[in-house]
């Protein structure tokens, strides 16, 4: 038995796995980050315990954690979501609390062991994982490995710096969820016409990423704009990962993927464009995320499987 935690900034989800990482029993709480960290691994303790197999061997506990963090010795450091989180050694707290192996990785970077175990990725040993959400984060397998870098920090995809319209600027500035519902206010305080302001009942703040796709889809000029623009920068941004990585798979998950080919069109034009050679391309899949909410826990579970992503997850 294997316990994979995910630990949010909204909930704290603990599940029990076999050891082919299928989900056996789980269950969640709020996480109330605002209590500060010990509250927090107090209630993640008592969320593990209400999973933990009884009168079964458990080989480990795997931890998805916000970063940044360092996996080699569990320590998490300064989570912009965790209020009061500084250099907190929580691999060391649920070990001394239930005396087994435990690991803790970046929540992005676990979830590219979670694909390639249980999702759209089985079986692929050049992987990268890309979550378009509110922000933009990720994860990379190279050979069956993960990619942790040094000191742990490695495959902040969302964090690239390009030049854009003569701005640097870092990737989910652009193409974040955020970024699209700003771009849309600031569209319609420009003077474009839109229907996302009645969308949103004629309130700006209300405008977010999912009324920018809904009116993509409608045929709005100024959200079909803002999205395209959006791919096109996307793929910008993953034709760097093809030279760097060359991998034979990409998965997009997050909410912002929702929007669907409106955006994947212009990412995949971009990305045929711009690659240097079509052998990065031609046999690479794109596909989308399987795993939905569950790629936490199982890339958490990953996590004990592949010594923290020490060793590769595939031989």
């Not at 009168?55 to 963090?69: A, F, M, Q, T, W």
């Not at 999702?119 to 378009?132: F, N």
């Not at 600031?186 to 809904?214: N, P």
């Not at 080919?261 to 399987?290: C, N, T, W």
Request: glycine content about 14%; aromatic content about 4%.
């Amino acid at each position: 038995m294997i316990i994979g935690v995910d630990l949010g900034g909204t909930r704290i989800r603990a599940a029990c796995l076999d050891s082919d990482l299928n989900i056996l029993n789980r269950t969640e709480t709020l996480t109330l980050g605002e209590e500060g960290p010990d509250r927090v691994i107090d209630r993640m303790i008592e969320t593990i315990r209400q999973v933990w197999p009884q009168g079964e061997k458990v080989e480990g506990i795997g931890v998805s954690s916000p970063g940044p963090l360092d996996p080699a010795t569990g320590v998490v450091l300064a989570p912009p979501n965790l209020p009061g989180w500084r250099d907190i050694p929580l691999a060391q707290r649920l070990r001394e609390a239930f005396d087994t192996t435990t690991y803790v990785g970046n929540d992005a970077n676990v979830a590219v062991l979670a694909e390639v175990a249980r999702g759209a990725a089985v079986g692929c040993k050049h992987a990268i994982y890309v979550t378009l959400s509110t922000g933009i984060g990720g994860g990379v397998l190279i050979d069956g490995r993960l990619l942790l870098g040094y000191g742990g920090f490695a495959a902040e995809i969302g964090h690239m710096v390009m030049v854009i319209d003569g701005q640097e600027l870092r990737l989910e500035q652009v193409a974040a969820g955020l970024a699209l519902a700003r771009q849309a206010r600031e569209g319609i305080e420009q003077g474009r016409q839109s229907i996302m302001l009645d969308m949103a009942q004629g309130d700006l703040s209300r405008i977010d990423s999912k009324i920018v796709g809904q009116a993509a889809h409608q045929g709005d000029a100024l959200a079909l704009d803002i999205v395209q623009r959006a791919g096109h920068v996307i793929g910008l941004g993953l034709t760097s990962l093809l030279h760097l990585f060359n991998p034979e798979i990409i998965v997009i998950g997050g909410g912002v993927s929702q929007i669907g080919d409106l955006l994947f069109q212009p990412m995949q034009a971009a990305m045929r464009a711009s690659v240097i050679y079509e052998g990065y391309i031609d046999r690479l899949r794109i596909e989308k995320a399987a795993l939905g909410e569950d790629v936490s826990i199982i890339g958490a579970a990953a996590l004990v499987h592949t010594q923290g992503g020490l060793i590769p997850l595939l031989e």
